[in-house]
């Protein structure tokens, strides 16, 4: 029987780390893109070299490391400027993951998550995922937590949720979608159903040929 490989997204503030938090607890493997990103850029990597070619040195702390809050802003904005650090980074993301994902595999993984961001923006894995979860929240709460979260002002966080595709969006395009809107338990309840739907299509073999 064929592992499970899905896609899981959501938007900024959404909640979707708990939600990937929540899944590795009850038995998923996760491969998250953030850390992936992180680990392309680590001092002595290619692709940090690589960003400091294209943005200059300003964009290094002290200790080497990237200064991701000045990298932030310098492509916050600027679409060039992000698309150059995009065909940067993506393929860099994406050949890390791809080697996580065939460890998972080969190490017998009954569900495997992909954690990213930007599932449908970027399209990193959509031709491998079975499916994709997105968790939801609605934009009034959304808006709130961004504020709360990174201290920001009203229109600061609004400029943040329009540079995703919206969320609306996002659950459209999913197969499954976890609100969380509400309480953690509500949110847990739900991830706790679709995990039971998973195992038990598993167990009896509905969920593949």
């Given at each position: 029987m064929r592992q499970r490989i899905v896609g899981l997204t959501?938007?900024?503030?959404?909640?979707?780390?708990?939600?990937?938090?929540?899944?590795?607890?009850?038995?998923?493997?996760i491969i998250d893109a953030d850390?992936?990103?992180?680990?392309?850029?680590a001092p002595g990597s290619d692709g940090l070299a690589r960003i400091v070619e294209e943005f200059g040195k300003d964009v290094l702390l002290a200790d080497g490391t990237l200064n991701r809050k000045l990298l932030g802003r310098i492509i916050f904005g600027d679409h060039e400027a992000r698309?150059?650090?995009?065909?940067?980074?993506?393929?860099?993301i994406y050949r890390h993951m791809a080697q996580e994902l065939d460890r998972a595999i080969k190490a017998g993984a009954s569900v495997i998550i992909l954690d990213i961001?930007?599932?449908f923006e970027t399209g990193l894995f959509l031709d491998t995922i079975d499916e994709s979860v997105v968790v939801y929240v609605r934009p009034e709460v959304q808006l709130e937590r961004l504020m709360a979260r990174d201290g920001l002002r009203e229109e600061e966080a609004r400029q943040r949720i329009r540079?995703?595709?919206?969320?609306?969006?996002?659950?459209?395009r999913a197969e499954h979608v976890i609100?969380?809107?509400?309480?953690?338990?509500?949110t847990r309840r739900q991830v706790v159903r679709l995990w039971q739907k998973w195992s038990a299509e598993h167990e009896t073999g509905l969920d593949r040929p």
């Open positions: 959501g938007g900024i503030a959404s909640g979707k780390s708990t939600v990937s938090r929540m899944l590795g607890e009850l038995g998923s493997v850390v992936a990103a992180r680990h392309v850029v698309r150059r650090l995009d065909s940067i980074t993506h393929p860099l961001p930007l599932l540079a995703q595709l919206p969320l609306e969006e996002k659950a459209r609100d969380n809107s509400g309480s953690l338990e509500e």
